[in-house]
C-alpha cells in the first residue's frame, strides 16, 4: 500500500517529532539553552535573544536527518522553524554549535 505525505504534512510531522522530545529550556546570559534533561548541562541547541541566532548541535541535525531521511540542510531549516514556534521569536539565522558551546553559559562568539 502507497501513501502521499505531502510536504506540509511531513514538515508537521517533525514539529511534532520535536515537540515529543521533550528538550527542557534553561535562560542564561540572553541565551536559551534547550537540553534533554533538567540538571543536564551539555545543549542541543542554543538561541541567542539578542541577535536571533539559532546554533545547533550536530546530534540534533543528525537524528532528524536520519530518522526522516531526510538532507542535513532541510533538518536544521526544521529545526529553526521549531525553534521559533517553540519560543514565539524570530530566527534570522542557524548556524553550528561548537562543543566549546554546547555547555549551559558556555563560550558564544
Do not use: H
Request: hydrophobic share 35%; charged share 25%.
Amino acid at each position: 500500500m502507497k501513501y502521499l505525505i505531502t510536504e506540509s504534512q511531513i514538515n508537521n510531522l517533525i514539529l511534532l517529532y520535536l515537540d515529543g522530545q521533550g528538550l527542557v529550556q534553561t535562560e542564561k546570559d540572553n541565551k536559551i539553552y534547550f537540553k534533554k534533561f533538567d540538571g543536564d548541562n551539555i545543549s542541543q541547541i542554543v538561541y541567542d535573544t539578542e541577535s536571533e541566532v539559532c546554533k545547533l548541535g550536530n546530534g540534533v541535525i543528525n537524528q532528524v536527518s536520519d530518522f526522516f531521511s531526510m538532507d542535513k540542510s532541510d533538518s536544521k531549516e526544521l529545526i529553526g522553524k521549531w525553534v521559533e514556534k517553540t519560543l514565539k521569536m524570530n530566527v534570522s539565522s542557524i548556524k553550528p554549535l561548537s562543543a566549546a558551546q554546547t555547555r549551559v553559559g558556555g563560550i558564544w562568539s
